[in-house]
């Protein structure tokens, strides 16, 4: 079970960085673009949200800092069910963002894969914490 933790740590947190630091302004490169609305690249898309440029950089501010923090429990274990749940949440609401929009199901994917590994993170820290104490 630490494995999977492990891995789906390091896949959340990578997701993210990647998702908020080098993918920003790209649409995906899958031929599906899973950017809300008919957005281009992510700042269209919280636009398209009617979300305005404060929050975006709010938002991708958290993200990473969350990322960041997620990725530091590898060495903190303090870190990880913090930086998972906020994750869960921040999920959550891009989820809620594309039912908001009327996105088609298929640009739920990623949210809803990045929303059950974060939830999936803290139960195996949760468990991880009970056996040991």
Do not use: C
Not at 18 to 45: C, K, M, P, T, Y
Not at 98 to 111: A, L
């Amino acid at each position: 079970m630490k494995f999977i933790k492990q891995a789906l740590m390091l896949t959340v947190g990578l997701v993210v960085l990647n998702v908020w630091l080098i993918r920003l302004d790209q649409s995906h490169s899958f031929g599906i673009s899973f950017r809300g609305g008919n957005a281009a690249n992510l700042f269209d898309e919280f636009q398209a949200y009617g979300l305005s440029s404060t929050l975006f950089y709010l938002i991708g501010l958290l993200k990473i800092t969350t990322a960041i923090f997620l990725l530091l429990g590898f060495r903190y274990e303090k870190t990880i069910i913090p930086a998972a749940a906020f994750m869960s949440v921040f999920m959550t609401g891009a989820l809620y963002m594309h039912f908001k929009v009327g996105d088609e199901f298929v640009k739920y994917v990623p949210s809803a894969i990045m929303l059950l590994s974060s939830l999936l993170i803290v139960l195996l820290q949760r468990r991880s914490s009970t056996l040991k104490a």
